[in-house]
């Protein structure tokens, strides 16, 4: 786990990653005094990166009991990808219809560099690329209230989202998805890249389901 320096997001990436995977198990109780002393940090960011867990709903904090790791059923994760998919595929669709030639042109450029990424296998700087194409999209649809929604949605799906590339196979998977958006938005076929974002967000959701909590739950105190 990140150490000396850690920022608060680095603290919620952290924690949230160890909880996805299963590190940390549902009912497994986070001690602040242990996670700042892991994180060579006061108290005080430790508390906000279990504040921005909990909106996120993988920490559960209690009245004068502290936080948990929450249970992530499959309905639950299978509900919010529902909305993703769906958020997405508007986001596609208006993109297709008013993406400015420079956005598209910067779009295809970035996609079409990222193959290299899949070709090295390069987890990390392709889900920093994922997040960067995405938010493209909800750029590209040029609707601020639809853009809040969108990324709002997706934060409280980023580890899930996050966890999809340690899937064998998943990198080439998802640069295959994307080129389908791509090629749409690129011609203007605004029902091509809404089908095919929603399809993509679907197929992340299957690849994800496998990290859902459906665990029991373990009362271990966090050392």
């Known amino acids: 786990m990140v150490r000396s320096g850690t920022t608060v997001d680095q ?19 986070l001690d602040e005094v242990s996670l700042a002393a892991r994180f060579d940090v006061s108290r005080t960011p430790v508390r906000e990166a279990l504040g921005q867990l909990s909106a996120i709903g993988l920490v559960e904090r209690r009245p004068n ?47 079409q560099a990222s193959a290299r990424m899949v070709q ?5 700087d392709y889900e920093y690329f994922n997040t960067e194409f995405h938010t493209r999209l909800y750029r590209g649809a040029h609707n601020a ?4 929604l969108t990324v709002m949605t ?31 938005i690129m011609r203007g076929d605004a029902g091509g890249a809404g089908k ?3 399809d993509h967000v679907s197929i992340v959701s299957e690849a994800t389901a496998v990290f859902a909590a459906d665990r029991k739950p373990n009362r271990r105190d966090v050392a």
């Open 11 to 29: 603290m919620v990436r952290a924690i949230a990653d160890r909880i996805v995977t299963g590190y940390l198990r549902p009912g497994e109780r």
């Open 65 to 111: 009991r502290g936080a948990i790791v929450a249970v992530v059923t499959q309905e639950h994760l299978a509900s919010m990808f529902e909305s993703m998919a769906e958020l997405e595929a508007i986001c596609a669709r208006f993109s297709a219809e008013r993406m400015t030639g420079a956005e598209r042109r910067a779009l295809e450029m970035e996609h």
């Open 120 to 124: 090295l296998g390069a987890e990390e």
């Open 145 to 148: 209230h639809i853009y809040d």
């Open 154 to 184: 997706r934060s409280r799906l980023a580890p899930f989202r996050r966890a999809q590339f340690m899937l064998p196979g998943r990198l080439a998977k998802s640069w295959q998805e994307h080129d389908v958006i791509v090629t749409a």
């Open 196 to 198: 095919a974002a929603r």
